[in-house]
């Protein structure tokens, strides 16, 4: 089956700076990348996705890119602010298999 | 649009009770309904894949006999804990997908189940 690698687990970037967060996955049928921002308590927030015919998508000062051949994704935030604090998670899907195998998370901190 | 509601947003329950949580799409109808289970600091797990009219289908491991899933409308699909534990102790967390090519999903705010 699925799975999917997260990277780093935890990020610490001042305000104003970027963050990038990189996931890979195992099985060259996934068409469908979303990712979430889970804050303490409450549900996973989809915050943008991509699907496998597109490279990049961008949305203000979030964007994602997707390299097939190399089977990995990213999440770029520019310009952070306080409030990007969270978890963030990756995740993979086929069409085949519905359900979301997601990736370990990633602990965001920006320091005012 | 795609809100997805959950209840109770928490539940404190004695042990060997039976608990139930509703998941609900609000402005849209759902084919497919997910439910996850996250412990503390950990990532989400699926738990089974919820199918209107048809039975739930589990992830290994997942006891289908204590973790029941029913799915009644295109809009409701509830997950009862039956003999709750304190090691069913966890956060449930629902999805609600409508796309049928793209698993676009949308999650609910979770149920805190505390066994004790």
């Known amino acids: 089956g699925e799975n999917v690698e997260q990277h780093p687990s935890t990020l610490s970037v001042q305000e104003g700076d970027s963050a990038v967060i990189k996931c890979t996955y195992s099985?060259?049928?996934?068409?469908?990348f979303p990712w979430y921002k889970q804050e303490l308590g409450k549900g996973p927030q989809l915050i943008i996705d991509?699907?496998?015919?597109?490279g990049e998508k961008k949305d203000q000062r979030i964007a994602v890119t997707l390299n097939k051949t190399a089977k990995h994704f990213s999440l770029h935030i520019t310009e952070t602010q306080p409030e990007d604090s969270a978890v963030y998670f990756c995740?993979?899907?086929?069409?085949?298999?519905?359900?979301?195998?997601f990736g370990s998370g990633t602990r965001l901190q920006v320091q005012p | 649009g795609a809100v997805v509601s959950q209840h109770p947003s928490w539940v404190i329950c004695k042990s060997g009770t039976s608990v139930k949580i509703e998941c609900r799409s609000l402005d849209f109808q759902a084919t497919t309904m997910f439910w996850y289970r996250q412990f503390p600091k950990q990532s989400l797990m699926l738990m089974a894949t919820s199918n209107e009219g048809s039975k739930a289908t589990y992830e290994q491991g997942v006891e289908k006999d204590k973790f029941l899933i029913n799915h009644a409308s295109l809009t409701l699909s509830t997950l009862t804990v039956t003999s709750a534990h304190p090691e069913d102790s966890s956060f449930y967390i629902c999805?609600?997908?409508?796309?049928?090519?793209?698993?676009?999903?949308?999650f609910g705010p979770g149920t805190r189940l505390t066994v004790l």
């Open positions: 991509i699907r496998s015919n597109v």
């Open positions: 999805s609600a997908g409508r796309d049928l090519l793209y698993n676009e999903q949308f």
């Open positions: 099985d060259s049928a996934s068409n469908y």
């Open positions: 995740a993979a899907s086929t069409t085949g298999r519905r359900a979301l195998t």
